[in-house]
């Protein structure tokens, strides 16, 4: 029995995996403040009491938690310091000096994690080809950590020049701390980024520095209160890039567990797609506040090295600080349930990508709100049932609604209310299908390739109108849509990454030492699997290496040939170049010499496997069938649209659009035009027609 | 203009419009993905515009450095009624130009212009500009004496005529400029971006049942300008004038800028009567860059959040003698003219400050510090363009920001890249404490920035300086920021701008200005200076 568990702002979701009998189990609690393994236990309790399987029985954990990501946002990382090489102290705050918001003057650029009064520089000086120019001065260190201590300092970040082409200095420095410091952290961009450019590794390394202690106590706690609980198995923690790590290499990189919920999700996606027999995916994720959208190509979702944390406007790109760690490459849109409509300046309907968030909320949620947010449109057009919102724990307020979305839109507008909430619902659909489709086309692919899968809260209200816009052929909404994230957790292989910065041209690679350094990466790999207990004939390989033309300043990701590197393989190595790019851009540049950059060698157990023979619901016997209620359609207006009980569908049952299909966590609103089909494990597939 | 209010309501239009903007953004993001020039990808030195038929812009890149604004749609109002009548375009042509007055004022900017034909009927154009790595001539800079020193310059002139290459400029080309393959290379990928958005323009239609662009146009152009006349109509009438003095070449032969703004009603005009002459150094702008650096401040001020597109700009008149330094006439060297858009937002800021003081910030540490390194490393021949700003003015509420691009918007380049192109070591990078303005708010601090050449060849440097004998101007009362200056060691005469070598060993130290503050010094937060003084910002 495998358990995987969520923690996200409001909700801790729990994903339960039965081997012997193939079946899934669900549950949901409430996220508990300041300490969220409460929480935990909370729903540890509930599987026990419900579903009759204790703790102790389970063979492995997995877990994210949105822990990193809100003490990077919400500014309560520990006290950190800041080491670098002399003079360049202030590399950290300057950033790369260019703004994120051409026409807003009044913009303010993200403060450095560590203040000024803690950056210190050492005397030292490496040059980029490694070669020491001055050597450390090691002399410095002793009053250097005393300045550290007197200043309280928890946690410190290391980052000298050129530090990825040799790591002696960053190396000595740390082991000085270690040695009369102990009871600091302390982190080495050697370790954390090993990659080329200055700001960006040092940003990653103060940031590992910042969230450091807080998740090493969080994630000691969690270990020790689950072996108490009798838990023998194994714990493996969810990171950025789908992947699993174990707690030991959580603690030392925490800076990988940023997008720990998204990623699951994504390869809840890759589950569900390989499950349905659905290579190509595109998923669609919508909450309260955000929408995600992530591309599964061939079974596999896209990893990219360029985020982002702890934005100053949350949908900016560039105003946050960023770290190039490998995460799975998904857009994040400011469209959820809660994002707020208005009129703008030239009298224009517009939403988001601010939120109502949940306190006040949206009008609806009766808590002091007046903006009309998307929810509040949702629930005018009889999309949400008012008294089933969260299975009827919340009861919707439509007049409220309706007054907000009349005196702060229909009426500036002059239309009717009904028009401005299908303006809301279409242009929050807009919003989302443009975003995604730019994020499909970046990757030289075709949107109407893809079928689409909806989860998250409103996922499954707003699916349908976006498929419709990308001219999607079918949608399916899984069952399990409220807890995906957890659910990707389950099904996600360990494994190592792997990075260095070798900056050459193909042609004038030195071959034995690029065959060293690889196969060093390649055995670090397996000496990590080998702590969860995978073995290295069980694992896979792969080895990747960003390059471009030389000259050019963004790289693509190759996946080098196997075996031994050398001469030989040069026309290989240019052939896959030449078919990315062309993939990508149209067309290759002829003759143009390439550049290598980074490499990084993935080390991978085996992906679980997971048989689901049936997923688990609180199912029941009665008419999914539960009548009709007035929704509006675009199309059509208002009309009695057909509603059921998505826990009394029946393998194989079969309806034609429009419906409306209720669950607690979520609805799922099915257009005109369009048939449905519910699949033997109760996943909802809606067939669009043109 | 009052069918629009009919023809699109206000939900169908918002949708519209954002998708014109998310197809000249994707064609955009393309282009910084696969050119070569430094400036382009790195510093966003690039517009992608979708057009009418009548050039009117539409939709414009949004990432885009302000001195492209309005400058494709004036190009292609030029090329229909002087080169290329309307009737004449065929499905496939593609045109080019770089003539700095049709254009963007230097030579490396070139216009890539392509019709947009739906169902065989001709509905728009689509043009990109972009930074090329290189045009010939001497070093890009600010040492040219004549414009004819600065590289090749292509008169509008088809490159592709219904798809087909002209063989002949695209020879003339490879045999012109340094690293020809680059600069090709990128001249294609311009024309590639325009593809791409023609291709997603027509999805736009044909999803749509659109069969004309021009409803469309209107509506959004409309709104546009309507939104900047609202914001002018809210600001109080009258002249404002404002002068303002600069470096010119850093040794004692400055220039001097006079501006008259007035507001009247829903209109704005800019004149710069009184500015200095035309600059013996290439510093001189066209007055095409005038305007867009001049609309650029000014669209900051009054309407910043609504998207732009010809309309904006229709109630905005810049004005300037022929021949003076904003308005530079044939054959005035214009390289550099960066350095002279670069400080208009400062003028036209000071002027407008005495209008609407809420809606301005105070002067920024600008220009930005452009330096070209070229020389031989590891057997190879670089150019390598880097790029330093200085602090980032006060505004009304809060401090100016350390060390900011303004009002172009440019990266720098990092140590580490720097040091793999080219044979240096970079000694220094730093704050630069107490170089910011004092006020109530103050300004962004300065840098220190310094790197010595480790190689054993000369480097030949084209400096591009700024503010190392003028300073920001503080304004209501604010203070001025610190001026920068440029050092070498061993400490010999090196120009603040224009070309010389850093020998080996030579150290170059370069010290940025600071930002400019924002209201009385003595109305400052006590609590806010003693952060500043913890953090070291201030002494």
Redesign the interface.
């Known amino acids: 029995m495998k358990l995987g568990i969520d923690i996200g702002g409001t909700f801790t979701d729990f994903v339960l995996f039965d081997d012997r009998s193939n079946q899934l189990y669900f549950a949901k609690t409430l996220t508990t403040y300041p300490d969220p393994t409460v929480g935990i236990f909370n729903g540890v309790k509930e599987l026990e009491e419900k579903f009759g399987f204790p703790v102790k029985e389970m063979s492995g954990i997995v877990h994210g938690t949105t822990l990193v990501t809100n003490a990077v946002i919400e500014r309560k990382g520990a006290k950190t310091a800041f080491i670098t090489t002399k003079?360049?102290?202030?590399?950290l705050?300057?950033g790369?000096?260019?703004?994120y918001d051409?026409?807003?003057?009044?913009?303010?650029?993200p403060k450095p994690l560590v203040?000024?009064?803690l950056r210190m520089g050492v005397s030292e000086?490496v040059?980029?080809q490694g070669n020491v120019?001055t050597p450390l001065d090691e002399s410095a260190l002793q009053s250097l950590t005393t300045t550290l201590q007197e200043n309280g300092i928890e946690a410190v970040g290391i980052c000298l020049?050129?530090s990825?082409a040799n790591t002696a200095h960053e190396k000595t420095v740390g082991e000085y701390l270690s040695a009369h410091a102990p009871n600091m952290y302390y982190s080495l961009s050697s370790e954390i980024m090993p990659e080329?450019?200055?700001?960006?590794r040092s940003s990653a390394t103060a940031m590992n520095a910042y969230v450091q202690p807080i998740t090493d106590k969080y994630l000691k706690d969690f270990e020790t209160q689950l072996r108490v609980a009798g838990f023998e198995g194994n714990i493996n923690i969810m990171i950025s890039s789908g992947k699993l790590t174990t707690i030991d290499g959580a603690r030392k990189s925490p800076i990988h567990l940023l997008e720990s919920g998204p990623a699951g999700g994504a390869m809840a996606g890759v589950f569900y797609g390989k499950h349905l027999q659905e290579e190509n995916l595109l998923c669609f994720d919508m909450g309260g506040t955000t929408a995600k959208a992530c591309v599964i190509y061939e079974g596999e979702p896209e990893i990219t090295n360029h985020f982002e944390a702890g934005r100053v406007k949350r949908f900016k790109k560039g105003s946050g600080l960023p770290v190039r760690i490998p995460v799975i490459d998904l857009i994040e849109i400011g469209a959820g349930g809660g994002s707020i409509a208005r009129?703008?300046?030239?009298?224009?309907?517009?939403v988001g990508p601010d939120s109502a968030s949940s306190t006040p909320g949206p009008a609806c949620y009766n808590l002091g709100g007046e903006d009309p947010t998307v929810t509040d449109a949702d629930l005018v057009l009889g999309y949400l049932n008012a008294d089933y919102f969260l299975g009827g724990e919340m009861k919707l307020n439509v007049a409220a609604a309706r007054t907000a979305i009349e005196t702060k839109l229909a009426k500036p507008?002059g239309?009717s209310i009904e028009?401005a909430a299908?303006?809301i619902h279409?242009?929050v659909n807009?919003?989302m299908a443009?975003a995604a489709?730019?994020h499909v086309?970046?990757k030289g692919m075709d949107p109407r390739h893809f079928n689409m899968i909806g989860f998250g809260g409103a996922g499954p209200v707003h699916a349908f109108g976006v498929a419709k816009l990308l001219n999607t052929k079918r949608l399916i909404i899984p069952v399990g849509a409220g807890v995906t994230s957890a659910l990707g957790f389950l099904v996600s292989p360990v494994a190592s990454e792997k990075i260095h910065s070798h900056?050459s041209e193909l042609r004038a690679l030195n071959w034995e030492e690029t065959n060293a350094f690889l196969r060093d990466m390649e055995n670090d790999g397996y000496q990590f699997l080998a702590q969860s207990g995978i073995q290295k004939k069980d694992a896979t390989v792969q080895r990747v290496v960003e390059m471009r033309?030389y000259?050019?300043?963004?790289e693509i990701t190759i996946e080098l040939p196997e075996g031994p590197l050398d001469a030989e393989t040069i026309p290989e190595i240019e052939k896959r170049f030449i078919k990315e790019y062309e993939f990508?851009?149209?067309?290759a540049?002829e003759?143009?010499q390439m550049e290598m950059v980074t490499w990084r060698v993935v080390v991978q157990g085996p992906v679980p496997e997971m048989e689901v023979k049936q997923f688990s619901t609180t199912g029941s016997d009665a008419q999914a069938y539960k009548g009709t209620r007035k929704v509006f359609f675009e199309e059509t207006g208002y009309l009695d649209c057909p509603v059921y009980d998505r826990y009394a569908l029946k393998p194989d049952e079969r309806f034609d659009g429009p419906a409306i299909i209720e669950e607690t966590e979520s609805t799922t609103v099915i257009g005109i035009n369009s048939t449905v089909q519910v699949d033997k494990d109760k996943n909802i597939l809606i067939d669009l027609q043109y | 203009m009052q069918q629009t209010a009919t023809t699109f309501?206000?939900?169908a239009?918002?949708?519209l419009?954002?998708?014109l903007i998310?197809i000249v953004?994707?064609a955009g993001?393309?282009l910084?993905?696969?050119?070569?020039s430094?400036v382009t990808?790195?510093?966003n030195d690039f517009a992608v515009v979708l057009m009418d038929r009548k050039g009117r812009s539409i939709a414009q890149s949004?990432?885009?450095?302000?001195s492209f604004l309005g400058v494709l749609p004036i190009l292609t109002k030029a090329l229909l009624k002087d080169y290329f009548p309307l009737e004449t375009w065929k499905e496939g042509d593609v045109v080019m130009t770089n003539d700095p007055w049709l254009c963007a004022g230097h030579k490396p900017d070139i216009g890539i212009v392509s019709p947009i034909f739906f169902e065989e009927k001709l509905i728009g154009f689509i043009g990109t500009i972009a930074h090329s790595?290189d045009m010939g001539g001497q070093l890009w800079g600010a040492g040219t004496r004549d414009v004819y020193e600065e590289g090749l310059m292509v008169p509008p002139t088809k490159l592709l005529s219904e798809g087909k290459p002209n063989e002949t400029l695209f020879n003339i080309l490879m045999h012109n400029v340094r690293?020809a393959?680059?600069t090709v290379?990128d001249i294609?990928?311009q024309v590639?971006a325009n593809d791409?958005g023609i291709k997603s323009l027509l999805k736009l239609m044909e999803e749509n049942n659109l069969d004309d662009l021009q409803e469309l146009a209107d509506a959004v152009i409309n709104?546009?300008e309507?939104?900047m006349r609202?914001a002018l109509l809210a600001a109080p009438d009258g002249s404002y004038q404002y002068s303002y003095d600069t470096d010119g070449d850093g040794l004692g032969t400055g220039c001097h800028f006079e501006i008259t703004i007035t507001i009247k009603g829903d209109e704005i005009v800019a004149d710069y009567t009184g500015t200095s002459g035309a600059h013996y150094m290439s510093i001189n702008a066209v007055l095409n860059y005038t305007f867009a650096y001049t609309a650029y401040p000014i669209?900051?001020?009054f309407s910043?959040?609504?998207p732009n597109n010809d309309g904006s700009f229709y109630p905005i008149t810049v004005t300037a003698p022929e021949g003076c330094l904003v308005n530079a006439q044939k054959p005035s060297p214009l390289g550099a003219r960066n350095v002279t858009g670069n400080m208009l937002h400062s003028v036209v800021f000071g002027a407008l400050a005495k209008a609407v003081p809420n809606q301005?910030?105070a002067d920024c540490g600008s220009a930005c510090w452009c330096i070209v390194l070229n020389g031989e490393h590891k057997g190879k021949e670089f150019v390598e363009y880097f790029?330093?700003?200085g602090g980032y003015g006060a505004?009304p509420?809060?401090d100016g920001?350390?060390?900011?691009?303004?009002p172009t918007?440019?990266?720098?380049v990092?140590?580490?890249?720097l040091?793999?192109d080219v044979a240096v070591?970079?000694?220094?990078?730093?704050?630069l404490p107490n170089s910011a303005g004092e006020g109530e708010f103050r300004g962004g601090l300065g840098?220190r920035f310094s790197f010595k050449n480790?190689g054993e060849k000369p480097i030949n440097v084209s400096m591009i300086s700024e503010k190392t004998q003028t300073v920001a101007k503080g304004i209501l009362e604010g203070g001025d920021g610190q001026m920068g200056s440029v050092q070498i060691l061993p400490e010999r005469k090196f120009p603040p701008k224009g070309l010389d070598k850093l020998f080996p060993g030579e150290e170059l130290i370069l010290t940025l200005p600071g930002g400019a503050g924002y209201g009385n010094p003595a109305d400052r937060d006590k609590e806010a200076i003693a952060t500043d003084r913890?953090?070291?910002?201030i002494s």
């Open positions: 003079g360049f102290e202030d590399v705050e300057i790369r000096e260019m703004r051409i026409y807003d003057i009044f913009l303010t650029m203040p000024r009064n000086r040059d980029i120019v020049l050129n990825f080329i450019r200055e700001y960006e009129v703008n300046t030239i009298g224009l309907l517009t507008l239309i028009d299908m303006g279409k242009i807009e919003n443009n489709r730019v086309l970046e900056i033309y000259g050019q300043g963004h990508r851009y149209n067309r540049i003759g143009m | 309501d206000p939900i239009l918002s949708i419009w954002s998708r998310s953004d994707e993001t393309t910084q993905r696969t050119s070569f430094t990808r790195e510093s949004s990432v885009s450095v302000p790595p690293a393959d680059q290379g294609r990928a590639a791409q709104a546009s309507k939104a609202e669209k900051c001020a910043p959040d609504v301005v910030q790029f330093l700003n505004r509420n809060m920001e350390h060390v900011l691009s303004f918007n440019v990266a720098n990092p140590i580490e890249v040091e793999t070591m970079v000694t220094e990078k730093s704050l840098q480790i913890i953090l070291g910002y």
